[in-house]
């Protein structure tokens, strides 16, 4: 069924001069569109009104044909809702749906999550409707989580570019850059800023292009060092199976990712030095990762 609706969806008459490479982005959309309104159903039968962040809701301001690819779909849940939410994630009906449960967002950004839903947008399919963020709290969203990962994805990079560049005409600059302190003001800055330095992202006639350019050497040489290396970030407890794997992520993980480190402890980008963040950011995954090494552990069949 969902591969007939793919297919007739993808075959109207204006679309048959598109390549081959934009039709398979077109159907893959129209897939991970259907998936959405699947996962939102669900949550909606149980009460629930999740909002989707990343992905599809990424997504939206790509160009017609070309595809955003995701593991997994990323719903955010009012505190009060993620019980339920979580039995839903396990039910037998999400089997397959990857869904990655977010309590709010906790870390990705500092406006209450009543302000976030209160300005969410609901956008519409064939398929059925979703709920996401407004494009500036989204923006911001998705420089936190890159952020947080270390800046290690150079391909999310486009996220950014697209969101600006195809932004709405009302498009709120002071909603996304001032309902935060200064410290993440900055952080936004210069993630944009990536993405004009390495894509060309066009920030002229906007109010960040003289910061957007501000960049500090030490943000540069660490995402260069990222995409430069043959090391993806795994969990360590994903890699006790593979005793060279395992220490090859320990390895990656000593000093921790300046970036990673700053935002997660909530410092500045312009510090003198990264040092204390990173010692930090030891101290406080140290002990969430050895549970999570001991759970897996008792876990194997033995």
């Not at 906790?106 to 300005?119: E, G, K, P």
């Not at 993440?184 to 800023?193: A, D, K, P, Q």
């Not at 320990?250 to 700053?262: E, F, Q, S, Y």
Request: aromatic fraction near 10%; charged fraction near 25%.
């Amino acid at each position: 069924m969902l591969l007939f609706f793919i297919v007739t969806q993808t075959q109207q008459p204006e679309e048959k001069s598109i390549t081959d490479v934009a039709r398979w982005g077109l159907i893959k959309n129209k897939a991970t569109e259907e998936r959405a309104a699947i996962v939102f159903k669900l949550f909606r039968k149980e009460g629930i009104e999740p909002i989707l962040i990343k992905g599809l809701a990424a997504a939206q301001f790509y160009p017609k044909g070309q595809f955003r690819d995701s593991i997994d779909m990323d719903i955010a849940v009012a505190t009060r809702d993620f019980d339920t939410a979580k039995g839903v994630v396990k039910s037998e009906a999400a089997a397959g749906l990857a869904i990655d449960l977010h309590r709010e967002l906790r870390h990705l950004d500092t406006v209450s999550w009543t302000d976030l839903v209160a300005n969410s947008q609901l956008v519409s399919f064939d398929c059925g409707t979703i709920r996401v963020l407004r494009p500036e709290d989204h923006l911001r969203v998705l420089c936190a989580h890159w952020l947080t990962d270390g800046g290690a994805n150079k391909d999310r990079l486009w996220d950014f570019y697209h969101a600006v560049e195809n932004r709405p005409a009302d498009f709120d600059w002071d909603r996304f850059l001032n309902v935060v302190d200064q410290k993440r003001r900055r952080w936004l800055t210069c993630t944009i800023g990536l993405a004009h330095r390495y894509l060309g992202l066009d920030l002229a006639e906007t109010p960040i292009e003289q910061e957007a350019n501000n960049i500090p050497n030490w943000l540069i040489k660490t995402v260069e060092k990222e995409w430069a290396t043959d090391t993806p970030f795994w969990p360590l407890f994903t890699s006790l199976h593979d005793p060279k794997l395992f220490f090859a992520q320990v390895k990656k993980r000593l000093p921790p990712n300046p970036v990673t480190a700053t935002v997660l402890v909530n410092g500045s980008f312009d510090a003198k030095t990264r040092f204390f963040y990173q010692i930090g950011t030891i101290f406080a995954r140290i002990g969430p990762s050895i549970a999570n090494i001991a759970k897996a552990l008792l876990a194997r069949p033995r």
